[in-house]
């Protein structure tokens, strides 16, 4: 009861009224449980729908998201010095913020497959619309109600993260549905995806320090995240260059074709490793750096479309962002 009806103190959000405090904490625990529910009554009532967004889930990208809100996070800690106690509620209230930021990539998901349906007829057959698994009304259904609980979702624990994950969505709109469908507009459509990206790694931020402005950051971090993200992106479009040309959608692989492509960006990336110990101040980042830059140079020059291969154009992005989550582990270590 004590634990209940005490005031909330979650990520500097003080509720002092007991019955406020109580109502907010079990909003937490509800939304929590809710999802949990929502998800063993689809595995059990259509366990073809569920395995069918499951795998469709786009797993790189899932990881990527959930790793840009604790970079967050993380970046809050590094130059605000501010130290969460992480007690009870605020571990449930961070777990709650992951399902609303998975559940916005999981509504955007479903709005790039209805507008790409045409592509994915040629390159991704295996997705939900191409196979039938999911009807395509049942499957606009799914995204509403995904974009609908990222925003309930985040507005219980935080306002600001609320408003971020609906510029998010606004984002994700216009770059991938009529009549704008700004994906087919090359360096543009690089552009908008990776801002939305970055404001993943702004609600963390703003959520562990609500009091500080975003402006505690350095711009030359953030302008150097806004350009390492844009250029890990176009790794996903190898893999579609046939649908995307068909469909009339200008990717950097579609342009400059997958030979220079690879070379062009596998350069990129290894030039974004290189600069992160110059932009941090940390010396010691140098070996690791030119260890996984190298490793992502090496894999993208060496992908293929040869589907029995490891080194395929489907696995690249999940081999780099294996690469980009080791490196990003020895950054924490060496920071903080």
């Known amino acids: 009861v004590g634990q209940m009806l005490s005031p909330e103190n979650v990520f500097g959000r003080n509720v002092a009224d007991p019955r406020m405090s109580l109502g907010a904490k079990m909003s937490i625990i509800y939304a929590l449980l809710s999802t949990i529910a929502i998800g063993i009554f689809l595995f059990v009532s259509s366990r073809k729908t569920f395995t069918a967004l499951l795998k469709n889930s786009r797993m790189p990208q899932m990881i990527w998201h959930g790793g840009l809100l604790f970079l967050g996070g ?35 998901v479903v709005g790039n497959d209805i507008a790409d349906r045409r592509i994915d007829e040629k390159t991704n057959a295996m997705r939900p619309l191409p196979t039938g698994d999911i009807p395509a009304g049942l499957y606009a259904e799914i995204g509403v109600l995904f974009f609908f609980f990222s925003i309930l979702f985040s507005a219980i624990v935080s306002w600001k993260a609320m408003l971020l994950i609906l510029a998010y969505q606004g984002l994700a709109w216009v770059y991938s549905m009529p009549p704008l469908r700004l994906k087919r507009i090359p360096v543009l459509a690089t552009m908008l995806a990776a801002a939305a990206g970055l404001t993943m790694l702004i609600i963390g931020f703003s959520v562990l320090t609500p009091e500080s402005a975003i402006d505690s950051l350095p711009i030359p971090l953030l302008f150097f995240l806004f350009i390492a993200y844009a250029v890990t992106l176009p790794l996903k479009d190898f893999k579609d260059i046939e649908g995307d040309k068909a469909d009339g959608v200008l990717t950097i692989p579609v342009l400059l074709g997958a030979e ?77």
């Open 74 to 108: 993380g970046l809050a800690m590094i130059y605000t010095g501010v130290r969460p106690d992480f007690d009870f509620f605020e571990i449930l209230s961070t777990i709650l913020l992951v399902v609303a930021v998975e559940s916005a990539w999981l509504g955007s």
């Open 260 to 336: 220079r492509a690879r070379l062009v960006i596998g350069s990129a990336l290894f030039i974004a490793y290189m600069a992160s110990p110059v932009v941090l101040h940390e010396s010691a980042l140098i070996v690791p750096a030119i260890l996984f830059g190298s490793l992502s140079f090496w894999s993208i020059v060496r992908s293929e479309r040869v589907k029995n291969s490891w080194g395929t154009f489907r696995t690249l992005p999940g081999w780099n962002m294996l690469f980009i989550t080791l490196y990003g582990i020895f950054v924490a270590l060496i920071l903080l």
